[in-house]
């Protein structure tokens, strides 16, 4: 007759799960806590607050399973709103792509007309100098 294996329980595994705990609860309030530093820098001129706010809301994403789900149903109600927090938040995210994207969507939403030649000569030279910028 043979005998089941008995498991080899590891004394650090309580551990182990206790620091994942403490560190998805440190990445939430330090999430939240940028979340908050950005809603103060909000009022104050340039767009300071909204790169502050969204950084935070990654952090609280990463941590957060209610937060997860939540982005999920966004994505689903909103692709083009969440696309751009998704390639942020990718292991190696493309963040001059990002805002270029994200500059081109506000400038149609400003501009409802066909956009002017002078416009369009400074959004190349822009371009190109991110491109040199970023080689």
Known sequence: MT?????????????????????????????????????????????GG????????????????????????????RPKWVYPFRRLMRKKPEIAPVFWQQALRAEKVVLRRRPSRQLIRARKRVRRFFRKLFR
């Open 3 to 47: 005998s089941l294996p008995v498991p080899f329980v590891r004394p650090d595994k309580p551990r182990a799960s206790t620091l994942r705990v403490v560190k998805r609860w440190a990445l939430m309030i330090g999430g939240l806590f940028v979340v908050l530093l950005g809603i103060l820098i909000a009022p104050l001129p340039g767009p």
């Open 50 to 77: 909204i790169p502050v706010i969204a950084i935070g809301l990654m952090l609280i994403l990463k941590s957060s399973f209610w937060a997860k789900r939540q982005f999920i149903r966004a994505q689903y109600a």
